[in-house]
């Protein structure tokens, strides 16, 4: 396991970029096979490109007063597999 600061920085421009952008959503979301995407709601565990594609499809009209604040990301990567936490 290794840090990983590109994977970092990409998740900080997302968070101060992507809330109104499903666009944005669309094009940075990977459509391999097995994607997967956790928020933080038990039933907002997501599993493919579609399903988080229609997520953000329904939830970005409603995110007038919603906005994402991070304190501390940490990143990193293993072969070919990366998150954040």
């Known amino acids: 396991m290794e840090p990983a600061n590109d994977l970092k920085a990409f998740l900080q421009d997302w968070i101060e970029k992507s809330h109104y952008d499903l666009a944005r959503v669309e094009n940075n979301w990977s459509d391999q096979e097995g994607v997967l995407c956790i928020f ?13 594609l229609d997520h953000y499809r329904q939830a970005l009209p409603t995110r007038d007063d919603y906005r994402v604040m991070v304190d501390h990301l940490d990143a990193y990567c293993e072969g070919s597999v990366g998150w954040v936490v």
Do not use: D, K, R, S
């Not at 997501?46 to 399903?51: V, W």
């Open 40 to 52: 933080t709601a038990p039933h907002e565990w997501l599993e493919g490109h579609q399903a988080i």
